[in-house]
């Protein structure tokens, strides 16, 4: 029987809706599996970073029998009256072990823009302090500081980072290290120095690996740190208590977070726009390049007053906690090259008790274990970013 002709045959409504309908249930189950896939790539990209850094820290160390110096540079700079000042004149001791890399990481054009003086723009060899904004390689947007899942970009940093040097389970001394704001060397600051910078990277010191007494494969070389979106993140901004209460209890801090949005602050961000986590690559300042194993990765940050010295907020001892943009933990690399991925629930003993006599920074003057000398009351946590303190690392992490 021949059909007739004029009779045209289509999807009734119904058939549409159901049709419509499957492919947005496919849509829906298709998107999480692509989000994953690029989170993994991003998350494998930043892994090889990782790995580039170990490797340029490693060629550095042999070429100069030392590991770069965190808080480098050229001395304090004529006319200046403190380390912290910004003047154009000098770097004051405060470049990140970053930019001694430079050259071990291909960044070699970089590098020689900064070791050689811009004698134009009057700005002498290894250029100005960190925060100068004049000065263009401080600003260079570096990619293998990078993780490509931080979004972080532009003003008010300058060149971020999410690479951070070890500076231990202390904050005591993690800004000046074994000296006074004139960049000098006294048997008090050292004798602190000495008792609370046990890390990897010994702030304005020289060290090596012979240095790191309980193994490269178990001490922490350099961490993963999320940088500043400017939403008042506890992970990327720090709030400000009195030094020996942070001393004391390095969780001092989180009562101030918001009790409805616990990952954001609940008050007013201490420092401004640019006092916040990565955003000067070439700042040896613990805020922008330090990692500390005391509280567990993307905790929250915590600074003391520095009163006594009234140093400005690029200064600041801080709680650098580790934090990344990637699900439920982050990257360090160990001294001997491995990158590993660290969990946010790693143990870490004693640092979300409010207990001065167990929870308190080892430095001198600690009593019980906060005595000089002793193991990290950080868990194993604490333990991998200590150098040589001779704790027995068995679980895994």
């Avoid at 298709?30 to 490797?55: D, H, T, W, Y």
């Avoid at 700079?77 to 470049?95: H, K, P």
């Avoid at 072990?97 to 900064?114: D, R, T």
Wanted: hydrophobic share 35%; with cysteine; aromatic share 6%.
């Amino acid at each position: 029987m021949n059909r007739n002709p004029s009779v045209r045959r289509a999807f009734t409504l119904v058939e549409l809706l159901v049709v419509i309908a499957i492919i947005g249930v496919l849509v829906g189950l298709l998107l999480p599996a692509v989000q994953a896939a690029r989170e993994a790539a991003r998350r494998m990209s930043c892994s090889n970073n990782f790995k580039q850094i170990g490797l340029a820290i490693h060629n550095y160390h042999s070429a100069y029998s030392q590991l770069p110096v965190q808080g480098g540079g050229t001395g304090l700079a004529v006319g200046a009256t403190a380390a912290w000042e910004d003047t154009a004149l000098g770097n004051n001791q405060r470049l990140s072990m970053l930019v001694g890399l430079l050259p071990f990481f291909e960044q070699q054009a970089l590098w020689e823009q900064i070791s050689n003086p811009q004698v134009n723009n009057g700005f002498p060899a290894m250029g100005p302090t960190p925060e100068n904004t004049n000065y263009g390689p401080w600003g260079a947007n570096i990619p293998a500081l990078r993780c490509p899942s931080d979004p972080g970009d532009g003003l008010p940093a300058l060149g971020r980072t999410n690479i951070a040097a070890s500076l231990g389970d202390s904050i005591v001394r993690s800004w000046l290290g074994t000296k006074n704001e004139l960049l000098v060397r006294t048997t008090t600051d050292a004798q602190q120095a000495r008792a609370a910078c046990r890390g990897f990277f010994t702030p304005r010191e020289t060290s090596r690996f012979r240095d790191i007494l309980d193994g490269l494969a178990n001490t922490i070389c350099v961490g993963e740190i999320a940088t500043d979106l400017g939403d008042n993140s506890v992970s990327t901004r720090s709030v400000e208590v009195a030094d020996e209460t942070v001393y004391l209890n390095p969780s001092a801090c989180l009562p101030n977070a918001d009790p409805t949005r616990p990952r954001f602050w609940g008050v007013t961000p201490q420092g401004g726009s640019g006092f916040a986590r990565g955003f000067r690559w070439a700042d040896s300042g613990p805020m922008y390049t330090g990692v500390m194993t005391i509280l567990p990765p993307n905790s929250e940050l915590c600074n003391g007053d520095s009163s006594t010295l009234g140093a400005p907020d690029q200064a600041k001892e801080v709680v650098a906690t580790a934090s990344s943009r990637h699900q439920g933990g982050c990257h360090i690399l160990m001294g001997d090259g491995a990158v590993k991925f660290i969990t946010d629930s790693i143990e870490a003993g004693t640092s979300r008790t409010a207990d001065s006599t167990t929870s308190a920074m080892v430095r001198t003057g600690g009593t019980l274990t906060s005595a000089p000398g002793s193991r990290s009351p950080y868990g194993l946590w604490g333990s991998l970013g200590t150098r040589a303190s001779k704790e027995t690392i068995s679980e895994e992490f």
